[in-house]
Nanobody, 123 residues
Framework: QVQLVESGGGLVQAGGSLRLSCTDS????????MAWFRQGPRRERDFVAG???????HYADSVKGRFTISRDNAKNTVYLQMNSLKPEDTAVYYC?????????????????WGQGTQVTVSS
């Protein structure tokens, strides 16, 4: 049973922008914390950004000032606006959710995941 579906990935040159979307087909989206993680080549899956039910965001240091997470509860969708992209941002980006008011940075704290979307940044 698919609950999270990501979209918006692709190939972009360094310095460019992309916006990822993640739509939740569940019934409790507005009460859930949502997050984005990424897994680059030969790397572990790392926290990128999260947003709690009230819209309070939290970012990894590596993306602060470049990425913005937001949510539209009417559309059951969370977004990740990525600007000033760098080659090191290349990764598969995953959306995750859990029933909580806290943004956790460890992947084990999230209950459900999307299938991932590839982002490739060329130099």
């Amino acid at each position: 049973q698919v609950q999270l579906v990501e979209s918006g990935g692709g190939l972009v040159q360094a310095g460019g922008s992309l916006r990822l979307s993640c739509t939740d087909s569940g019934r409790t989206f507005s009460r859930n914390t949502m997050a984005w993680f990424r897994q680059g080549p030969r790397r572990e899956r790392d926290f990128v950004a999260g947003i709690n039910w009230s819209g309070r965001p939290h970012y990894a240091d590596s993306v602060k000032g470049r990425f913005t997470i937001s949510r539209d509860n009417a559309k059951n969708t969370v977004y990740l606006q990525m600007n000033s992209l760098k080659p090191e941002d290349t990764a598969v980006y995953y959306c995750a959710g859990r029933s909580s008011s806290i943004v956790y940075v460890d992947e084990g704290s999230y209950d459900y995941w999307g299938q991932g979307t590839q982002v490739t940044v060329s130099s």
